[in-house]
């Protein structure tokens, strides 16, 4: 029977709801929606800002359960003005390099805070290293 882990990261901000930062069952990591707060509660102005902060917090949540950004299978982001899409790509770039992951980009109305602009969760699997 596989057993499932629950990671709550140190210095992310505290869930608003009743889930944790990652759940690992086995070779399998999900991660939950992370968005650009820093650890001091702060949250950059521009989307671009937060979707870098966003996804240094989806790395640590999906390092915290064992995995790396190569493992990262399916991602999705959620953004409230989708033509912001050109201008966060080039972190995506930067973090996944040649790994490319499935992924899914939607345009939402609003998000939990009225200041976020974007969101990103991801799955991933974790193969024999």
Not at 8 to 32: F, K, N
Not at 93 to 118: C, I, K, N, W
Request: proline share 5%.
């Amino acid at each position: 029977m596989t057993t499932i882990e629950r990671y709550m990261v140190p210095g992310q901000l505290e869930p608003v709801s009743h889930y944790c930062h990652a759940t690992r069952a086995g070779d399998r990591i999900w991660v939950s929606g992370s968005v650009g707060v820093a650890a001091d509660g702060s949250i950059p102005e521009g989307t671009v800002d937060q979707f870098g902060v966003a996804l240094n917090n989806l790395d640590a949540a999906l390092r915290a359960a064992g995995g790396k950004p190569e493992d990262i299978v399916k991602v999705t982001v959620f953004l409230t003005d989708v033509n912001d899409r050109a201008a966060i790509n080039p972190l995506r770039q930067d973090y996944f390099g040649e790994h490319r992951p499935a992924s899914t980009l939607v345009e939402v109305s609003a998000l939990v805070m009225p200041e976020l602009t974007v969101e990103i969760e991801a799955e991933a699997v974790i193969t024999g290293r």
